[in-house]
C-alpha cells in the first residue's frame, strides 16, 4: 500500500509558476512509475506528465515545454514544475504512482486556480 499527498496548489495569475509536491508513504519502494493527472470542471481526468523509475518522462502535449516532472527519492518523491501557466490550465491535479504489481495509488488532490 502506498499513501499519496499533493500540495503546492493555489491561486495564480496567467504566466505565473507553481511548484506541486507529491509526499509518498507506506511501500515507496515498491513505486514504479509516479504521475501527475488533472481535472478540470466537468472534463475527464488526464494525464499531465509522468516519470518512470529509470527517470523517463513524458508530457502532454497542451503541457510540454512549460511542465517539468521531477523525482527525489530521498525526499518528496515527484514535483511538477509548473511555468507560464494559463486559465486553461486550473483544475484539480492528482499525484499517482503505479506499484511493480500493477496496482494504482491516488492522492486526493490539490486545486490550482489560473485567474486574473
Known amino acids: 500500500q502506498v499513501q499519496l499527498v499533493e500540495s503546492g496548489g493555489g491561486l495564480v495569475q496567467p504566466g505565473g509558476s507553481l511548484r506541486l509536491s507529491c509526499a509518498a508513504s507506506?511501500?515507496?519502494?515498491?513505486?514504479?512509475?509516479l504521475a501527475w493527472f488533472r481535472q478540470a470542471p466537468g472534463k475527464e481526468r488526464e494525464l499531465v506528465a509522468r516519470?518512470?523509475?529509470?527517470?523517463?518522462?513524458n508530457y502532454a502535449d497542451s503541457v510540454k515545454g512549460r511542465f517539468t516532472i521531477s523525482r527525489d527519492i530521498a525526499e518528496n518523491p515527484v514535483y511538477l514544475q509548473m511555468n507560464s501557466l494559463k486559465p486553461e490550465d486550473t483544475a484539480v491535479y492528482y499525484c499517482?504512482?503505479?506499484?511493480?504489481?500493477?496496482?494504482?495509488?491516488w492522492g486526493k488532490g490539490t486545486l490550482v486556480t489560473v485567474s486574473s
Open positions: 516519470i518512470t523509475n529509470r527517470g523517463r518522462t
Open positions: 507506506g511501500s515507496i519502494l515498491s513505486i514504479n512509475t
Open positions: 499517482s504512482c503505479t506499484d511493480y504489481t500493477g496496482a494504482d495509488y
